[in-house]
């Protein structure tokens, strides 16, 4: 296992503003890798320095200087990255947090200098989806849910409604196109699901991601145009400059994948990807590539457009990745770090959506381990492009869409394991500090024979899939409708700050770089 390596720059100069080293948490984005227990020795002595009085006056005293040291950044932003932790609660990031080092480590985001709170409801929905959710931080506009793209005029799965341009929303990646900027999108799930598809979709239905599934709706898919279709041909997703994740099997139909040399789900008999290289135009390179290798190959300087779908489905987790050599499947940071090249090339800035989608996912399955190492790797994205780009002219806004039920409860104690055990119940049987509301982990954690809960002691607990506790059985454990945390840094990051509505945030954004038909900074 690789050791944890120093950090880039700018996080090294944040730590000496903000306090000893061993308070931030320190990362080689180029290298993703499974976070190292500290040592005991770095432990022990962490433990003797805060049973002083000291200790705690002094690190109270470099938190309100650097408060006070915060100065209002009012620049134009010439380029803006937008990251989306997809089931990044609240909860999630503190867990990370003790997963990736220690209760008082700190993710890359939790370095920028403002924060506020998102409300992340649907117009009708106590708890989003990330489909409502995607229409309201990126188009500005609040809708239905399992809708993209529209407003709230139109219900879900209307084959009609959609139709009505009158209803479309558009996002902030077509904003700063408009203006003359570059725009892209990386995700670690399919690029035509529920998150990406918020940047250049007009859905009444999230899962008709190809034409196979818009027939399934009971629509004609030769009117209904589904999400991929939209990507490759609709009026935002053509002219994006760089496209990255997983998704290959929404683009084919008979054209066999290469990597698993099955067919596409797509039912109209057309390849989308050889038809979006087909667009190329005189002077322009396109670049299609499915394998890490091949990705880390490209030539920004040569390439003006670049589509990588590394998966027939999503991308492969960080631990599976990692565990079980995908030596094929690029990482996050490696993907923004390829993206942000191709863009820095526009001399008018770019706008970037950058999806850590497998957070959700891994909660969704009560795969707790899945879940926390993802939101690791989706802060190392961030700590890799912020140590790329200035504060001065660089607005980077980190959030989630929605929260999980899951719970960091219990009384552990302090530099314990956060996949142990929280304490013991009434029944004298440990719980885990981790656990769900919902989801299969019921399954696992009681015994249908005896109805009680299973003794962990008892069970396997190292699998990367190993499924944490649920109170109630459901398939899929379900969203959370608490608030959700918004990290700003650079021009006007000082607006991100108090609680609002979810829609507000591509506002604040577009007010930050003079883009759009709102409120602008330079007006």
Known sequence: MQLLAVVTVWLVVSCAAAGPVDDVLQYDPYHPSIPEVESPKARSTLAQQEQTIEYWRDNAKRAVEKILNLKENKNIAKNIILFLGDGMSISTVAMARVYAGGEEKRL????????????????????????????????????????????????????????????????????????????????????THASPAGVYAHTANRDRENDNEVSKDGCDPLVVKDVAQQLVHGETGKRLKVVMGGGRREFLSSTLDPETGKKGKRKDKRDLIQEWLDQEVQGENRTYVWNRDDLLQVDPQRTTRLLGLFEPTHCAYNLDRVHKDLDQEPTLAEMVDKAT???????????????????????????????????????????????????????????????????FSGYAGRGGDIFGSGGKGSDNLPYMTISYANGLGFYDHIDPVEKKRTDINKMDMTADDFRFPATLPVESETHGGEDVGVYASGPWSHLFTGTYEQNTIPHIMAYAACIGDGLKACT
């Open 108 to 191: 890359a985001f939790e370095e920028f200098p403002h924060i506020g709170m998102s409300k992340t409801y649907c117009v009708n929905y106590q708890v989003p989806d990330s489909a409502c959710t995607a229409t309201a931080y990126l188009t500005g506009v609040k809708g239905n849910y399992e809708t993209i793209g529209v407003n709230a005029k139109v219900p879900s799965y209307d084959c009609e409604a959609e139709l009505d341009e009158s209803t479309h929303t558009h996002s902030i990646a077509k904003w700063a196109m408009d203006a003359g900027k570059d725009a892209g999108l990386v995700t670690t799930t399919r690029v």
């Open 341 to 407: 090249d191709i863009l820095s090339k526009s001399e008018n800035g770019f706008f970037l959506f950058v999806e850590g989608g497998r957070i959700d996912h891994g909660h969704h399955d009560n795969y707790a381990k899945y879940a926390l190492d993802e939101a690791v790797q989706f802060s190392e994205a961030i700590a890799l492009a912020r140590s790329k780009f200035s504060e001065e002219d660089t607005l980077i806004v980190v959030t989630s869409d929605h929260s999980h039920s899951v719970s």
